[in-house]
Each structure stands twice: as C-alpha cells, then as structure tokens.
C-alpha cells in the first residue's frame, strides 16, 4: 500500500495558512509522520511511516517558524486527514495556545465542507426527508486546525501533532 503520509508530505505547502496571507514565504513549516507502536514495557516507539499498514496509529507533527522580522498574526495550522484514516481527536497538541477545529462535511445545506469548534455536530438527512441533529464522528473529520490564539512571533516556531488510525 502507498504510504498515506508520503501523499500527505508532499502537501506541506498546504498545511499552514495564514489568515490574513501576509508573510506566507516567511513561514517555514515541515511535517514529518510516524508509525507509533509500544515496545515491551508499554514505552512509545516512533518510526519514520515510510508505508502504512490497516490498524497503525500514525502521528502526524507539524512545525512552523516564524523567520520573518515582525510577529504574524492570525496564523492557523493545517493538518489533512487522509481519506483512509480516522483521527484521534484525544491525541491533537499545540505548543502554543490555539482554537481547535476539524473539516467535514456537517451540513447537507451547504455544499463542501466546513470547519467547526467541538464538539462538532452534522446534520443527516433521514429516508423520509426529516433532519437529525448528531455529534459529529472522528471518522466525519477531513482536517484539523488550530488558530493560534496570539501572534507567532519573530524567530518563534510552534509544533502541533495529531493521530490518525489506518483503515
């Protein structure tokens, strides 16, 4: 199976954004991914997710640093959630104070997808045309992101991670 993460690395132009996009060049972000297995005594193991296999846990981990001369704001992190992958919304991090959100497609009204706080809720459209209101599912999230809550500033880097489970 073609690795997921070596699709998704080479997407690293589109996991930041900025909002407004000032400085985009001055923004330098990587993103690596890692196949997380436990060793003998329960203790984290990471290894570079070269190819992925059904039922890995991978942990995605992106850095941005700021090289520009001035702080920039409104800088939101990306991070895809590939097609054949569930995200593990319990395992998101961010080095800095940041708004959490995912991407899915929540309302049948709006074609596309969307971005929303959590808890996320979608709306179905039953068999006999009437709406359910329900919690979104992990399994719903296309993207996660964080909106950093103050400006990064120069010389500043902030490292995000997430997990997703193959399918």
């Known amino acids: 199976m073609k690795s997921a993460s070596a699709r ?3 997407t690293v132009a589109l996991v930041s954004a900025l909002v407004p996009g000032l400085a985009a060049a001055e923004l330098r972000s990587e993103m690596s991914a890692f196949v997380v297995t436990k060793d003998a005594t329960g203790i984290e193991q990471y290894a570079p997710a ?3 296999k059904p ?3 991978i942990e995605y981990r992106i850095s941005n640093h700021n090289t520009f001369d001035n702080a920039i704001d409104g800088v939101a992190v990306v991070g895809p959630v590939p097609a054949q992958a569930v995200v593990s919304i319990d395992s998101t991090n961010s080095s800095s104070d940041a708004l959490l ?3 899915g497609e ?4 709006s074609p596309g997808e969307e971005w929303s706080t959590l808890p ?3 709306i179905v459209i039953l068999a006999d045309g009437s709406r359910l209101i329900e919690d979104a599912q992990p399994e719903d999230f296309t993207a996660v992101r964080w909106k950093l809550s103050s400006a990064l500033d120069s010389q500043e880097t902030v490292t995000t991670s ?3 489970r193959v399918k």
Do not use: F, K, M, S
């Not at 929540?106 to 009204?109: E, K």
């Open 8 to 10: 998704l690395i080479c």
């Open 50 to 52: 070269d190819t992925v």
């Open 55 to 57: 039922g890995q846990l």
């Open 101 to 103: 959100e995912v991407r």
């Open 106 to 109: 929540l309302n049948p009204d």
């Open 120 to 122: 996320a809720q979608r």
């Open 162 to 164: 997430y997990r997703v």
